[in-house]
């Protein structure tokens, strides 16, 4: 499986933008890239997800690199409520032996700070 | 919609005893999909269903087994419980498998005894 490499933790102040990084070298042509944050005692939430091209909603922008080869959450002005852990996940859509396999890294660890 | 359902939310095990967690969902997913999260740890795979009739191991499935009998629902059974398996686990599912987003459940937290 394409594998995430992500910082381990970053920190930002309330109210700033946030740029959470995410390398992914081995990335297929099929693989989409999804990212979910996981407030604490809770389970995973979708933020949002692309193929190619830069997305945005109403939680966040991804940036993806034009090899792909990386990709970039953007939280526009961070709040408390955005301390969480961020994961950057590829799943496959290519219909290989993987098909919809969806395997989660470490993550990033986000504090937001007052 | 309910979303994913998940049950219980809490359970306590002695070893050696078997338990099925249950998950459905009511929004006709083509996928779903199990993950175990141990303590500062990330969700690692169990079992995924491309469909119903269709299922296949993910990183950590010794242990448990799972059938699709149908789109709602993906039960997930332990056979032979074991501390090790303590863990809280996470059902999710999505409409497509690749590109769909992840809808997930509020999580079943196990402990073996």
């Known amino acids: 499986d394409a594998k995430t490499t992500q910082p381990n933790s970053m920190e930002s102040n309330e109210e700033e933008p946030v740029h959470l990084p995410c390398n992914h070298s081995?990335?297929?042509?099929?693989?989409?890239i999804h990212w979910y944050r996981q407030l604490p005692s809770q389970g995973p939430e979708y933020v949002i997800h692309?193929?190619?091209s830069n997305v945005n909603n109403r939680m966040a922008s991804l940036a993806i690199a034009e090899d792909r080869k990386s990709s970039t959450l953007i939280l526009h002005r961070a709040t408390l409520r955005d301390a969480a852990v961020y994961y950057c996940?590829?799943?496959?859509?290519?219909?290989?032996?993987?098909?919809?396999?969806?395997?989660f890294g470490q993550g990033t660890i986000l504090t937001v700070h007052p | 919609n309910a979303g994913v359902t998940q049950t219980p939310k809490f359970q306590v095990l002695k070893t050696g005893q078997s338990m099925t967690l249950q998950c459905a969902q009511d929004?006709?997913?083509?996928?779903m999909s199990w993950y175990r999260q141990d303590p500062g740890m990330g969700l690692r795979l169990i079992h995924y269903?491309?469909?119903?009739?269709?299922?296949d191991q993910g990183e950590v499935p010794n242990g448990y087994n799972v059938s699709r009998s149908t789109t709602e629902d993906f039960p997930l059974r332990l056979l032979l419980a074991a501390p090790s398996q303590t863990s809280v686990y996470f059902c999710?599912?999505?409409?497509?498998?690749?590109?769909?987003?992840?809808?997930f459940g509020n999580g079943t937290r196990l402990t073996v005894t």
């Open positions: 999710a599912s999505s409409y497509r498998p690749m590109d769909s987003p992840l809808h």
């Open positions: 081995t990335i297929s042509g099929t693989d989409y």
């Open positions: 692309g193929l190619t």
């Open positions: 996940i590829l799943r496959d859509g290519g219909g290989g032996t993987s098909y919809g396999k969806l395997t």
């Open positions: 929004m006709n997913h083509e996928y």
């Open positions: 269903s491309v469909g119903a009739g269709i299922t």
